[in-house]
């Protein structure tokens, strides 16, 4: 199950990060229990590795086992968990599905791609709407429903060659939740760094990480 068995006769000592990680877990196999805790479980896996790890966690949750999953990584947990546990400062946060939190923390907007941004941009602020050009002939339109951008730019002749919902990811939803219970704060925003240890202008600081954790549920 652990994909070992090729190596069955080495020392573990010399095993990869990876290949520790593999062994960590079939360890955790060896009783078959109901309920299993893997702590960062894809530490140091490759691709397919990860693949593997999420893939066993569907198959055991399958058989009507619990897993639960401690992970930082957002992108993956969107991808495996069915339901999400967020911890900010010792305190559960969210309790909830995958979806629901994105739901929660979604604010709905709109990308519109058309050669007259200003235009639709002008009729848009008429009714209040707020609208962000990010790049050429490109709009995010927040706080409106894309039928209503459809028909306003039908009714005014505006051409527009895309218009298409956008929803948050859950790294997104997980950061705008969690954004009061950072413990450690960095100035770093983004960008390559600067020479002399600064980056985007900003000291560099060092251990800025999130106390919040998120464990993913499959049951």
């Known amino acids: 199950m652990t994909?070992?068995?090729?190596?069955?006769?080495?020392?573990a000592g010399g095993f990869s990060l990876g290949m520790g990680q593999r062994l960590g877990i079939a360890n955790a196999l060896l009783g078959d229990p109901q309920t299993l805790i893997l702590d960062e479980p894809v530490n140091g896996l490759d691709p397919e590795g990860v693949?593997?790890?999420?893939?066993?966690?569907?198959?055991?949750?399958?058989?009507?086992?619990?897993?639960f999953i401690s992970s930082h990584l957002m992108s993956e947990m969107?991808?495996?968990?069915?339901?999400?546990?967020?911890?900010?400062?010792?305190k559960i946060i969210a309790d909830t599905t995958v979806d629901a939190l994105i739901e929660s923390q979604s604010?709905?907007?709109?990308?519109v791609r058309t050669s007259e941004t200003t235009r639709?941009?002008?009729?848009?602020?008429?009714?209040?709407?707020r609208v962000e050009q990010n790049e050429r002939e490109t709009l995010?339109?927040?706080?409106?429903?894309p039928i209503r951008i459809a028909e306003l730019a039908l009714d005014n002749r505006v051409l527009v060659y895309e218009l298409t919902p956008l929803t948050s990811s859950l790294e997104e939803a997980y950061f705008?939740?969690?954004?009061?219970?950072?413990?450690?704060h960095s100035h770093i925003t983004g960008g390559p760094a600067a020479p002399g240890g600064t980056l985007n202008g900003s000291p560099a600081s060092a251990g800025a990480t999130s106390a919040a954790t998120m464990e993913g549920i499959q049951s």
């Not at 995010?140 to 429903?145: A, C, F, R, T, W």
């Not at 705008?176 to 450690?184: G, R």
């Open 51 to 67: 693949q593997w790890v999420r893939n066993l966690a569907r198959y055991l949750a399958s058989q009507g086992k619990t897993i």
């Open 107 to 111: 604010r709905k907007r709109t990308l």
């Open 78 to 90: 969107a991808q495996t968990a069915d339901h999400l546990i967020v911890i900010g400062r010792g």
């Open 176 to 184: 705008q939740l969690t954004k009061d219970e950072v413990e450690y």
């Open 120 to 129: 639709l941009s002008e009729l848009l602020a008429r009714d209040g709407v």
């Open 3 to 11: 994909g070992l068995t090729a190596v069955a006769k080495k020392k």
């Open 140 to 145: 995010e339109i927040y706080g409106v429903e």
